[in-house]
């Protein structure tokens, strides 16, 4: 794997003889003790995910004049500080070039935190949109941990002088951790109750290592896919593309199509001249999961393509979405997800998956 980065938590996962696999421009861990053992660590317990490899970006400036607001579908005005806010930093033609989360700081400094495949074009698109203010990528001084599962805040509270009860989803506070400065954040990619925290290198091995030896347990890519698919939740590079718009990934409450920012015109001609295509979860008749790429077909015909798909291990089926042209799509028939080894029986279902 050469010319991959590397999480400071690198070396204490290769402790752990965890399956490594190139993502994004990184050596990240797949799987610890197997995917579906993780899922149910998170499912059911906690577990610990390193998510270091994602981007941080901070702006300081004025919101109304520096263009900032404009540049993403968050609108910054109706976030308080203290809160935090999910949306899209879009091309003119109104697809993703990425999804992002937007941290209010303050009256004038934001965190806006990114996927790391996008890091780069994300900081070169955003500057390129500033007119007055400053935009700082801290990507690598900042480390990041998830802690995810029912028993996440009771696990986190000993280590916290705050109530964590006071912590309302999509809210973040200012803090510290083992005398060490953090932001610890109310949110998570997995649907269970959960955190992300981000902190230093250094403070990140000491929290890896206090969790573990408090019986947490690591979990990698494989088990967080299947648990944010079973939440419906999009995976950039896959379920988001810049030839995918947000109202074709079925995610328009994301936006708030009355607002202007880069986008919102062709976004608006689109949902005024009717979606031709959309993304839409399924569920296989079977145990067998379909992958990436997979061809849909219905009556025969080709329909559309596969964007995401896993093994489910609450439902004991396949589940995905799908991209279908909808002239072509009946919702009340099955259809077929093709490669070339074969085809799985599938039908429409409703997201979530599984209900939290």
Known sequence: MENLQ??????????????????????????????????????????????????????????????????????????????????????????VIDDLIIYRLSDDELMIVVNASRAAIDFKTLTSRLKTGSLDDRSK????????GPNSKKTLQKYFDINLDDLAFFSFVNTKIFDEECTLSRTGYTGELGFEL?????????????????????????????????????????????????????????????????????????????????????????????????????DGKKIGFVTSAAFSPILSVGIGLVMVELDKFDEEKAFELRDSRGAIEANKASLPFIKK
């Open 6 to 95: 590397r999480t400071p938590l690198f070396e204490k996962q290769q402790e752990l003889k965890c399956k490594m696999v190139p993502f994004a421009g990184w050596e990240m861990p797949i799987q610890f003790d197997g995917i579906i053992a993780e899922h149910g660590y998170c499912r059911d317990d906690v577990a610990v995910f390193d998510t270091s490899h994602m981007g941080e970006f901070f702006f300081k400036g004025d919101i109304q004049t520096s263009g900032i607001n404009e540049s993403t579908s968050i609108d910054i005005f109706s976030l308080k500080i203290g809160k935090c806010k999910y949306g899209f930093l879009l091309n003119e033609e109104g697809g």
């Open 141 to 148: 001084d900042i480390a990041k941990l998830d802690i995810q």
């Open 198 to 298: 981000y902190v230093s290198d250094k403070t990140a091995l000491k929290v890896w290592d206090a969790l573990l030896e408090n019986g947490v347990k690591p979990a990698g890519l494989g088990a967080r896919d299947a648990l944010r698919l079973e939440m419906g939740y999009s995976l950039y590079g896959n379920d988001l593309t810049e030839s995918i718009t947000p109202l074709e990934a079925n995610l328009g409450f994301f936006l708030n199509l009355s607002r202007d920012f880069v986008g919102a015109k062709a976004l608006k001609q689109q949902k005024e001249e009717g979606l031709k295509r959309l993304l839409i979860p399924f569920k296989t008749t079977s145990r067998r999961s379909a992958r990436k790429d997979f061809e849909a077909y219905q």
